[in-house]
C-alpha cells in the first residue's frame, strides 16, 4: 500500500517545519532510506551552507511509498537567492530533483526570470530542463524556446530559439517584435559571457533580411569582451568609398586595444589604433591614424597633397590624493587638413594640446596648464598688407605661427573661512605667459588691430575682494565692497611695428576700487494672481582710471558682450590684461513672476553710466576691446531680457540690447521651443550689429529653425535650417527621417553646409546610422562638394 500524509498550510513555514513533520511520520516510512535528501539538503548542496529555505503553499503532499514531497497550491519557494513559484513543486528525494508544474516562473540571483509551464531542475537549482519557456533578462532582452537545457550551472542550449530585446513588460510575448534573430540553435555560455547561434536568421517584423549559418556575439552582460566590433562605411569625393573595420583586444580587466583598418577605394587604407589603460591612481589613452595617400593630387592646392599623412593624441588624468590630479591631453598632426579629410578626432579649426595639475577643496582652488595649438585651417593666399588700401585685409598668411604656445597659466582662488569685519574675504592670482612667433594682425580701412603681439608677454595679477550683506528692517538689502588688483607685466621681444607698445620691459600697474550695491525687492501675493517679486537695483563702484590703456598685449580679454548678464559685475572685461577703470554706477529693475495656472516670467532692463574718470571702454586697446560694445558713451546702452515659460510644453526668451539715443537694436536673440503633441520645435532668430573697429563692417542676422514630427509612435521627421537674412543665404539645411525605441533606433539625414568662406564648393553629406541594442550600432556617410 501507499501510505501518504496531507497537511495544510496556512501561512508561510520554515523547512524546519517540514522536517518536523517528517519526524513524526511512520518509523517504516522514515527506515526506507534514511540517507534519501530532504527538501533541504536538495536545496543545499553547492549552495550557502547558512542559507535559510522559505516554502509557502496551500498544503504539503508526502508519499513514503515513493518517497516524494510535493508542494500544492500557490507554491512559493525562496532559497539562496531563487525564488520559484509554480502550481505544484514536487521533489524526488531518491534521484535529488524538483519538478514544477503549471504557471512555472523562476526568478535567479542575477535577476533573470525563467517563465515556462514546465521545470526540471537539478538539486541545486544549477541544471535542468523546459519546454516552452521564455527568458527575460535584466538587460531587458528576451530569450524563447520550444525547449531548453542548462548543464554545468553555466551553458543553456536553446532549441529553435529566439533571442531579441523587448521595452516594455507588456509587450505580447508572442507578438513578432520589431527584430530578433531567430535559430536553429542557441548556445548561451554563461563563463565566456558569449551567445553562439547556429542556422540564424536576422529578422525585421517577422520578414528575414539575412541569413546567418553561423554568429556570436558577447551577452548583454558584456562591457568589454575581445572581437570584431559593427563596422561603418564611408563616402567621400577625395577619399573614395570605404568600410571601417574595427577588431577590439581586451587585454586584461584593466587595459584594451582598438584596431581600425578602413581600405580607401581612392587612398589605400587608413589605420587607426587606440590603447586605453585604466591604473590604481587614473588612466591613459594613446590614438593613433596615418596613411599612405595613393592619389596625393586629389587634395591639390590644400596641404593634404602629400604621401605619408597622420595623426597622434593621448590623453592622460592621474590622482595624487583626494584634492590633486594632473593629466594631459597632447595632440599632433602631420598637416592641417588630415583631421578634416578623414573625419579623424572631429572637425575643429585647431588641435589643443595641454598639460594641467589641478587642486581644489572647499575653499581653494589651484590649477597650472600649458597650452599649445595646432590649426587645422588653410592659410590665406589672399592675405595682404594693411596699406594695401582694402576695407579689409589679413596680415599675413601664416596662421600657424601666429598661435601662441602657453607656458604656463596659473590661476588660484582663496576664501577666507571666517568672517573678516562680518564679511566674505577672497583672494585670486593669476600669472599667463606666453610665447607668439608673429604678431596676428588686420587691418580695417587702414587701421591695423591686433589679436595677438609677437614676443614673450608674461604677466602676474592679483586681486583682494571683501563684501558683506545687511539687510535693514524693511527688506532693503546693501552690500558694500572693495577689491584691489595689482598686476606685474614682463615683456620681451615685443613687435616694434605695433606704435602704441610701451618700450619698457617691466610695467606694473594697480586698481583700487570701493562700492556698495542695493537691492530692495517688493513681494506681491495674490490668491487670483500668484506671486511676483519687483527688485529695484543700484550699484556704484569708485575707482580710479585704468592705467596703461593699449600700451600692453590684450590676450585674455579680448571678448566682451555687454547684456543682462554682466550688467551688475564690477568688471566687465573677460580677463586680466584690461581693468575697469573710473567712477561708474549700473542701475535696472528685475521681476519675477508666478502666475496661478499661466506660468512664469523672469525679466529685467537696465544700463551703466559713466560717473567720473577715463572711461575704460572708450580708450582704444591693441584690440579696440570695448569700443562698439555700448559702454563707450557716458550713458551706456540699455540692456534687457525676458523669459516666459507656460508650464505646458512651451518656452519664450529674449535678450536685447537697445541704443541709448534713438533705442534702435543693436544686439538680440529671441527663442522659442516647445512640444505640443506630436511636434517639437525650436526657433532663435540673432541680430548682431557692425563692430567696425574689430572688423565686422556689416550687421549680422541670422534665424535658425529646427523641428522633429513624430509621424507614427516611433517614427519623426526631423530638419534643421540655419539662414542669412543680411545675404539671403542658407547657411546649413539638414532634413531626415527616424525610428527610435528602446532596442532599435535608425536614422537617415541628408545636410548641406555652406558656412565656408564664399567661393568654396558646398559640403552635402548623407548619414545613416542604424542601431540594434546589445548587439551594437553601424553607420553610412558619405561627403561630396558640388
Same mark, same amino acid.
Not at 115 to 141: C, K, M
Given at each position: 500500500?501507499?501510505?501518504?500524509?496531507?497537511?495544510?498550510?496556512?501561512?508561510?513555514?520554515?523547512?524546519?517545519?517540514?522536517?518536523?513533520?517528517?519526524?513524526?511520520?511512520?518509523?517504516?516510512?522514515?527506515?526506507?532510506?534514511?540517507?534519501?535528501?530532504?527538501?533541504?539538503?536538495?536545496?543545499?548542496?553547492?549552495?550557502?551552507?547558512?542559507?535559510?529555505?522559505?516554502?509557502?503553499?496551500?498544503?504539503?503532499?508526502?508519499?513514503?511509498?515513493?518517497?516524494? *514531497?510535493?508542494?500544492?497550491?500557490?507554491?512559493? #519557494? @525562496? /532559497?539562496? &537567492?531563487?525564488? %520559484? +513559484?509554480?502550481?505544484? !513543486?514536487?521533489?524526488?528525494?531518491?534521484?535529488?530533483?524538483?519538478?514544477?508544474?503549471?504557471?512555472?516562473?523562476?526568478?535567479?540571483?542575477?535577476?533573470?526570470?525563467?517563465?515556462?509551464?514546465?521545470?526540471?531542475?537539478?538539486?541545486?537549482?544549477?541544471?535542468?530542463?523546459?519546454?516552452?519557456?521564455?527568458?527575460?533578462?535584466?538587460?531587458?532582452?528576451?530569450?524563447?524556446?520550444?525547449?531548453?537545457?542548462?548543464?554545468?550551472?553555466?551553458?543553456?542550449?536553446?532549441?529553435?530559439?529566439?533571442?531579441?530585446?523587448?521595452?516594455?513588460?507588456?509587450?505580447?510575448?508572442?507578438?513578432?517584435?520589431?527584430?530578433?534573430?531567430?535559430?536553429?540553435?542557441? *548556445?548561451?555560455?554563461?563563463?565566456?559571457?558569449? #551567445? @553562439? /547561434?547556429? &542556422?540564424?536568421? %536576422? +529578422?525585421?517584423?517577422? !520578414?528575414?533580411?539575412?541569413?546567418?549559418?553561423?554568429?556570436?556575439?558577447?551577452?548583454?552582460?558584456?562591457?568589454?569582451?575581445?572581437?570584431?566590433?559593427?563596422?561603418?562605411?564611408?563616402?567621400?569625393?577625395?577619399?573614395?568609398?570605404?568600410?571601417?573595420?574595427?577588431?577590439?583586444?581586451?587585454?586584461?580587466?584593466?587595459?584594451?586595444?582598438?584596431?581600425?583598418?578602413?581600405?580607401?577605394?581612392?587612398?589605400?587604407?587608413?589605420?587607426?589604433?587606440?590603447?586605453?589603460?585604466?591604473?590604481?591612481?587614473?588612466?591613459?589613452?594613446?590614438?593613433?591614424?596615418?596613411?599612405?595617400?595613393?592619389?596625393?593630387?586629389?587634395?591639390?592646392?590644400?596641404?593634404?597633397?602629400?604621401?605619408?599623412?597622420?595623426?597622434?593624441?593621448?590623453?592622460?588624468?592621474?590622482? %595624487?590624493?583626494?584634492?590633486?590630479?594632473?593629466?594631459?591631453?597632447?595632440?599632433?598632426?602631420?598637416?592641417?587638413?588630415?583631421?578634416?579629410?578623414?573625419?579623424?578626432?572631429?572637425?575643429?579649426?585647431?588641435?589643443?594640446?595641454?598639460?594641467?595639475?589641478?587642486?581644489?577643496?572647499?575653499?581653494?582652488?589651484?590649477?597650472?596648464?600649458?597650452?599649445?595649438?595646432?590649426?587645422?585651417?588653410?592659410?590665406?593666399?589672399?592675405?595682404?598688407?594693411?596699406?594695401?588700401?582694402?576695407?579689409?585685409?589679413?596680415?599675413?598668411?601664416?596662421?600657424?605661427?601666429?598661435?601662441?604656445?602657453?607656458?604656463?597659466?596659473?590661476?588660484?582662488?582663496?576664501?577666507?573661512?571666517?568672517?573678516?569685519?562680518?564679511?566674505?574675504?577672497?583672494?585670486?592670482?593669476?600669472?599667463?605667459?606666453?610665447?607668439?612667433?608673429?604678431?596676428?594682425?588686420?587691418?580695417?580701412?587702414?587701421?591695423?588691430?591686433?589679436?595677438?603681439?609677437?614676443?614673450?608677454?608674461?604677466?602676474?595679477?592679483?586681486?583682494?575682494?571683501?563684501?558683506?550683506?545687511?539687510?535693514?528692517?524693511?527688506?532693503?538689502?546693501?552690500?558694500?565692497?572693495?577689491?584691489?588688483?595689482?598686476?606685474?607685466?614682463?615683456?620681451?621681444?615685443?613687435?616694434?611695428?605695433?606704435?602704441?607698445?610701451?618700450?619698457?620691459?617691466?610695467?606694473?600697474?594697480?586698481?583700487?576700487?570701493?562700492?556698495?550695491?542695493?537691492?530692495?525687492?517688493?513681494?506681491?501675493?495674490?490668491?487670483?494672481?500668484?506671486?511676483?517679486?519687483?527688485?529695484?537695483?543700484?550699484?556704484?563702484?569708485?575707482?580710479?582710471?585704468?592705467?596703461?590703456?593699449?600700451?600692453?598685449?590684450?590676450?585674455?580679454?579680448?571678448?566682451?558682450?555687454?547684456?543682462?548678464?554682466?550688467?551688475?559685475?564690477?568688471?566687465?572685461?573677460?580677463?586680466?590684461?584690461?581693468?575697469?577703470?573710473?567712477?561708474?554706477?549700473?542701475?535696472?529693475?528685475?521681476?519675477?513672476?508666478?502666475?496661478?495656472?499661466?506660468?512664469?516670467?523672469?525679466?529685467?532692463?537696465?544700463?551703466?553710466?559713466?560717473?567720473?574718470?577715463?572711461?575704460?571702454?572708450?580708450?582704444?586697446?591693441?584690440?579696440?576691446?570695448?569700443?562698439?560694445?555700448?559702454?563707450?558713451?557716458?550713458?551706456?546702452?540699455?540692456?534687457?531680457?525676458?523669459?516666459?515659460?507656460?508650464?505646458?510644453?512651451?518656452?519664450?526668451?529674449?535678450?536685447?540690447?537697445?541704443?541709448?539715443?534713438?533705442?534702435?537694436?543693436?544686439?538680440?536673440?529671441?527663442?522659442?521651443?516647445?512640444?505640443?503633441?506630436?511636434?517639437?520645435?525650436?526657433?532663435?532668430?540673432?541680430?548682431?550689429?557692425?563692430?567696425?573697429?574689430?572688423?565686422?563692417?556689416?550687421?549680422?542676422?541670422?534665424?535658425?529653425?529646427?523641428?522633429?514630427?513624430?509621424?507614427?509612435?516611433?517614427?519623426?521627421?526631423?530638419?534643421?535650417?540655419?539662414?542669412?537674412?543680411?545675404?539671403?543665404?542658407?547657411?546649413?539645411?539638414?532634413?531626415?527621417?527616424?525610428?527610435?525605441?528602446?532596442?532599435?533606433?535608425?536614422?537617415?539625414?541628408?545636410?548641406?553646409?555652406?558656412?565656408?568662406?564664399?567661393?568654396?564648393?558646398?559640403?552635402?553629406?548623407?548619414?545613416?546610422?542604424?542601431?540594434?541594442?546589445?548587439?551594437?550600432?553601424?553607420?553610412?556617410?558619405?561627403?561630396?562638394?558640388?
Amino acid at each position: 500500500m501507499t501510505s501518504r500524509y496531507k497537511l495544510a498550510l496556512r501561512a508561510s513555514i520554515s523547512v524546519f517545519a517540514v522536517l518536523a513533520v517528517l519526524a513524526s511520520a511512520p518509523d517504516h516510512a522514515r527506515a526506507q532510506d534514511s540517507d534519501a535528501p530532504t527538501l533541504e539538503n536538495v536545496l543545499s548542496r553547492n549552495a550557502d551552507p547558512n542559507a535559510q529555505m522559505l516554502l509557502e503553499a496551500t498544503e504539503l503532499e508526502y508519499n513514503f511509498d515513493k518517497d516524494v *514531497v510535493s508542494a500544492v497550491g500557490n507554491v512559493q #519557494i @525562496y /532559497y539562496n &537567492g531563487n525564488a %520559484l +513559484e509554480a502550481d505544484r !513543486v514536487t521533489l524526488d528525494r531518491k534521484n535529488a530533483k524538483l519538478f514544477a508544474l503549471g504557471n512555472v516562473r523562476l526568478t535567479e540571483p542575477s535577476g533573470n526570470v525563467i517563465v515556462t509551464d514546465s521545470l526540471e531542475l537539478s538539486d541545486d537549482f544549477r541544471d535542468g530542463f523546459a519546454r516552452q519557456l521564455r527568458i527575460e533578462t535584466v538587460q531587458r532582452t528576451r530569450f524563447t524556446a520550444e525547449s531548453a537545457e542548462r548543464v554545468d550551472g553555466e551553458t543553456t542550449t536553446f532549441n529553435n530559439g529566439i533571442y531579441t530585446v523587448y521595452t516594455k513588460p507588456t509587450n505580447p510575448p508572442d507578438k513578432p517584435p520589431l527584430w530578433r534573430i531567430k535559430a536553429t540553435k542557441i *548556445v548561451h555560455k554563461e563563463k565566456e559571457r558569449t #551567445i @553562439y /547561434y547556429e &542556422g540564424a536568421k %536576422l +529578422e525585421f517584423w517577422g !520578414v528575414p533580411i539575412a541569413y546567418l549559418p553561423f554568429m556570436s556575439h558577447p551577452d548583454p552582460t558584456v562591457r568589454r569582451k575581445s572581437g570584431f566590433l559593427t563596422p561603418t562605411t564611408v563616402y567621400d569625393d577625395k577619399i573614395g568609398v570605404g568600410v571601417s573595420i574595427p577588431y577590439h583586444w581586451v587585454l586584461g580587466p584593466d587595459r584594451d586595444l582598438t584596431f581600425t583598418a578602413t581600405p580607401l577605394s581612392k587612398q589605400g587604407v587608413l589605420l587607426e589604433s587606440e590603447w586605453r589603460h585604466q591604473l590604481e591612481t587614473g588612466k591613459y589613452s594613446i590614438k593613433l591614424a596615418g596613411l599612405h595617400q595613393q592619389n596625393p593630387e586629389n587634395f591639390s592646392g590644400s596641404s593634404g597633397d602629400i604621401q605619408w599623412r597622420g595623426f597622434v593624441n593621448t590623453t592622460g588624468e592621474f590622482k %595624487l590624493n583626494s584634492r590633486w590630479k594632473w593629466g594631459w591631453d597632447l595632440s599632433r598632426v602631420s598637416d592641417r587638413a588630415f583631421v578634416k579629410d578623414y573625419k579623424v578626432d572631429g572637425d575643429s579649426d585647431s588641435l589643443t594640446s595641454t598639460i594641467y595639475l589641478t587642486g581644489q577643496s572647499e575653499r581653494n582652488y589651484f590649477d597650472i596648464r600649458a597650452y599649445s595649438f595646432q590649426v587645422t585651417q588653410e592659410d590665406d593666399p589672399d592675405a595682404t598688407d594693411p596699406n594695401a588700401g582694402a576695407p579689409f585685409s589679413p596680415v599675413g598668411s601664416n596662421l600657424q605661427s601666429k598661435q601662441p604656445i602657453v607656458h604656463p597659466v596659473v590661476d588660484y582662488n582663496y576664501i577666507w573661512a571666517d568672517p573678516v569685519v562680518g564679511g566674505e574675504l577672497s583672494f585670486a592670482g593669476n600669472l599667463t605667459s606666453l610665447t607668439r612667433d608673429e604678431t596676428d594682425a588686420f587691418a580695417y580701412n587702414g587701421i591695423r588691430r591686433f589679436r595677438g603681439v609677437e614676443g614673450t608677454f608674461t604677466r602676474t595679477s592679483l586681486k583682494s575682494q571683501w563684501r558683506r550683506t545687511l539687510i535693514d528692517p524693511i527688506g532693503q538689502m546693501f552690500t558694500p565692497f572693495a577689491y584691489v588688483k595689482a598686476d606685474l607685466y614682463f615683456l620681451q621681444s615685443a613687435d616694434k611695428n605695433v606704435s602704441t607698445l610701451t618700450d619698457d620691459a617691466f610695467v606694473a600697474r594697480a586698481m583700487p576700487a570701493v562700492g556698495i550695491d542695493y537691492r530692495y525687492p517688493f513681494l506681491i501675493s495674490s490668491s487670483s494672481f500668484g506671486r511676483h517679486v519687483i527688485e529695484p537695483i543700484a550699484q556704484v563702484i569708485v575707482r580710479p582710471s585704468e592705467q596703461r590703456i593699449g600700451e600692453l598685449p590684450n590676450d585674455d580679454a579680448q571678448s566682451l558682450v555687454f547684456d543682462d548678464t554682466n550688467l551688475f559685475q564690477w568688471d566687465k572685461f573677460s580677463g586680466y590684461d584690461r581693468n575697469e577703470g573710473g567712477t561708474r554706477a549700473n542701475v535696472g529693475f528685475q521681476y519675477n513672476g508666478q502666475f496661478r495656472g499661466f506660468g512664469s516670467v523672469n525679466a529685467m532692463i537696465g544700463r551703466s553710466f559713466h560717473l567720473a574718470g577715463t572711461n575704460s571702454y572708450a580708450e582704444s586697446d591693441v584690440l579696440a576691446t570695448g569700443t562698439n560694445s555700448g559702454l563707450e558713451s557716458g550713458d551706456s546702452d540699455y540692456v534687457s531680457r525676458v523669459y516666459f515659460d507656460t508650464n505646458l510644453g512651451m518656452r519664450f526668451g529674449a535678450r536685447a540690447r537697445f541704443d541709448n539715443h534713438d533705442f534702435a537694436v543693436r544686439r538680440a536673440e529671441v527663442q522659442a521651443s516647445g512640444t505640443s503633441g506630436p511636434v517639437t520645435a525650436t526657433l532663435a532668430y540673432a541680430f548682431l550689429g557692425a563692430k567696425p573697429a574689430q572688423g565686422i563692417d556689416s550687421d549680422r542676422e541670422e534665424i535658425l529653425g529646427a523641428g522633429s514630427l513624430r509621424v507614427l509612435t516611433n517614427w519623426r521627421l526631423f530638419g534643421s535650417v540655419r539662414y542669412d537674412l543680411r545675404n539671403s543665404t542658407t547657411v546649413r539645411d539638414v532634413v531626415g527621417l527616424g525610428y527610435d525605441d528602446e532596442g532599435f533606433s535608425a536614422s537617415l539625414a541628408y545636410a548641406e553646409d555652406r558656412s565656408r568662406n564664399d567661393g568654396n564648393p558646398v559640403d552635402k553629406t548623407i548619414y545613416l546610422r542604424i542601431g540594434l541594442r546589445t548587439l551594437g550600432d553601424t553607420q553610412v556617410s558619405t561627403s561630396a562638394d558640388r
